[in-house]
């Protein structure tokens, strides 16, 4: 599949409120969102030509804004606007939704207080390419070397650029021996999360998933746990240690990409049922398709 890259694409993108062609929504070399990490986004989905979730995603893009301490200059009303008059505009009938806020170029400096604050909101089509068939084979993972940060070292309840970083050395490891994702521990060891999703697990039939008090707690995490209890499946929420994976029966990941994805492997441990997965799957499908 030959991916056109994202600069050269024609259409459309929301830029500080107004809507302008997509290969003029640029920034200046000089930004303080790129020099300086200043900068959160969102990854939305749309399903059937409906946005999902958009609340719940608006009102993590304004939190994670506060926590680096930018001031969106709209109303989450108004975001929320501009992101359905951008999908409209865009044609989307299953796509990804990418919002973005940064602080501009006025001060190159550590100090930018007084620099603008901006926001954008692209939006393209972005079909399932895979069979439920390939998806249930599930990826294979493989520890990472990196540990997700303290609550005392980054804001990590945000969904900052920033904290990406570790995200795409480890993602980028893993794909260069073979595996499809990195499963990160946190600053105490304890298992946290993938490069860009919440994981869980199933041993005896019942949910395990770590406590997201380091971590992004995903909008599709929480959507999976409400599932997963209406079915009848117990969750627990508890810190776990890598060991905690020998003996598990399955493990996939959540996340507004991956939606729900079996895991294989990790490292050496093989998981060999999907039978919940499967069931988790199938009515994830149901909430976004009606
Ligand atoms: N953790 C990380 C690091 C992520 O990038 C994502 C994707 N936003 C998630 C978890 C899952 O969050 P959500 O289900 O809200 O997409």
């Not at 989905?45 to 969106?72: C, G, P, Q």
């Not at 060891?189 to 998933?209: H, P």
Request: charged share 25%; hydrophobic share 40%.
């Amino acid at each position: 599949m030959q991916l056109i890259p994202f600069d050269n694409r024609t259409g459309f993108i929301s830029m500080n409120g107004k809507i302008i062609k997509w290969n003029k929504a640029q920034i200046h070399v000089l930004n303080h969102g790129m020099h300086y990490g200043s900068c959160v986004f969102e990854g939305i989905r749309v399903y059937n030509s409906k946005i999902f979730k958009l609340s719940e995603h608006t009102n993590r893009l304004f939190k994670s804004a506060r926590l680096l301490d930018l001031e969106i200059k709209f109303k989450k009303d108004e975001v929320k606007k501009q992101t359905l008059e951008i999908v409209e505009k865009q044609k989307i009938i299953n796509g990804y939704i990418r919002p973005v806020v940064w602080r501009g170029s006025e001060m190159m400096a550590i100090s930018s207080k007084n620099s603008s604050t901006n926001i954008a909101i692209a939006a393209w089509s972005w079909p399932s390419y895979f069979s439920p068939e390939k998806i249930l084979e599930g990826i294979k993972m493989v520890t990472s070397q990196w540990k997700r940060p303290s609550p005392e070292s980054a804001p990590t309840d945000s969904k900052a650029a920033g904290l990406y970083m570790i995200c795409s050395l480890s993602k980028h490891k893993a794909e260069k021996k073979g595996y499809d994702d990195a499963m990160m521990l946190d600053y105490r060891g304890f298992i946290a999360e993938a490069t860009g999703a919440n994981i869980f697990f199933l041993k005896n039939k019942e949910i395990f998933t770590p406590i997201p008090d380091c971590f992004l707690n995903g909008i599709t995490r929480q959507t999976v746990i409400k599932l997963a209890i209406k079915l009848g499946i117990k969750v627990n929420q508890q810190y776990l240690k890598p060991s905690f994976i020998k003996g598990c029966d399955e493990a996939f990941l959540t996340g507004t990409a991956v939606e729900i994805t079996p895991i294989k492997s990790i490292d050496n441990y093989v998981f060999k049922s999907r039978e919940i997965s499967k069931k988790l799957i199938q009515e994830f499908k149901k909430k976004t398709t009606k």
